[in-house]
């Protein structure tokens, strides 16, 4: 049987609690489930929700109130709990919270996952981001190392090259492209967050990039 994102979910809660992200899921006292930041692990005193669909007002902004538009950033907000009764409803916060990752490892468990290269990526683009395409390799690469870092820059799991068939990008450390790793640095057992392909903020910076190297230089 092909897994499925429930049966992803389930199976990691089989013990009673899991890791995604930045967010831990565990067995609440009186049943049910409860999730939090793993940075409030064991903190009382959160602000109790009890609605899956609370998920997105948490997962919109971070600790100083800035809007968050990468959500696989590691800089979700804390001081907050989730109190749900079911797994379906454990899954559609997870949705929320990191929207396609629990159907993107079922498909990775499945031998089901594809992946697109940066090549490929920018290669169809149009419009304002077709200058994308005339990026440099060693330009991608340090637009990566910038942007796709965990510290800092995004917790998924990089499964794309930088040319099709090609290697994934130097500038990162191997374990960038580990599913197993736990990206926030914990080293506790994750589900992960896969990325495969250059997402949005990879295509805006590579056309900055490649418009910032045409610029004519100053006048002498």
């Known amino acids: 049987m092909e897994p499925t994102a429930d049966a992803v979910l389930a199976g990691a809660l089989a013990e009673g609690s899991a890791r995604i992200?930045?967010?831990?899921?565990?067995?609440?006292?009186?049943?049910?489930?409860?999730?939090?930041?793993?940075?409030?692990?064991?903190?009382?005193?959160?602000?109790?929700h009890t609605s899956a669909i609370d998920a997105r007002?948490?997962?919109?902004?971070?600790?100083?109130?800035?809007?968050r538009p990468l959500k696989t950033a590691p800089n979700l907000r804390r001081g907050?709990?989730?109190?749900?009764?079911?797994?379906?409803?454990?899954?559609?916060?997870?949705?929320?919270?990191?929207?396609?990752?629990?159907?993107?490892?079922?498909?990775?468990?499945?031998?089901?996952?594809?992946?697109?290269?940066l090549r490929e990526t920018f290669g169809r683009q149009t419009g304002m981001?077709?200058?994308?395409?005339?990026?440099?390799?060693?330009?991608?690469?340090?637009?990566?190392?910038?942007?796709?870092?965990?510290d800092g820059g995004c917790l998924r799991t990089i499964l794309w090259t930088i040319e099709p068939a090609g290697l994934p990008p130097s500038t990162l450390p191997a374990v960038k492209f580990d599913p197993a790793h736990d990206q926030t640095g914990a080293d506790e057992p994750v589900l992960p967050l896969l990325c495969t392909e250059p997402c949005a903020l990879v295509v805006a910076?590579?056309?900055?990039?490649?418009?910032?190297?045409?610029?004519?230089?100053?006048q002498s």
């Open 80 to 117: 907050w709990r989730l109190d749900l009764a079911s797994l379906p409803a454990v899954r559609r916060a997870l949705e929320c919270f990191y929207p396609a990752h629990l159907a993107l490892e079922a498909a990775r468990r499945g031998d089901r996952l594809q992946s697109t290269s």
């Open 129 to 150: 981001y077709r200058v994308t395409g005339k990026i440099t390799t060693e330009q991608a690469e340090a637009l990566v190392a910038r942007t796709c870092r965990s």
């Open 205 to 218: 910076g590579a056309r900055e990039v490649v418009k910032a190297s045409q610029a004519p230089g100053p």
């Open 57 to 67: 007002g948490l997962a919109l902004t971070d600790d100083a109130g800035e809007y």
């Open 21 to 48: 992200g930045q967010i831990l899921v565990e067995r609440a006292t009186g049943g049910g489930w409860s999730l939090r930041h793993r940075a409030d692990a064991g903190r009382a005193g959160l602000r109790a």
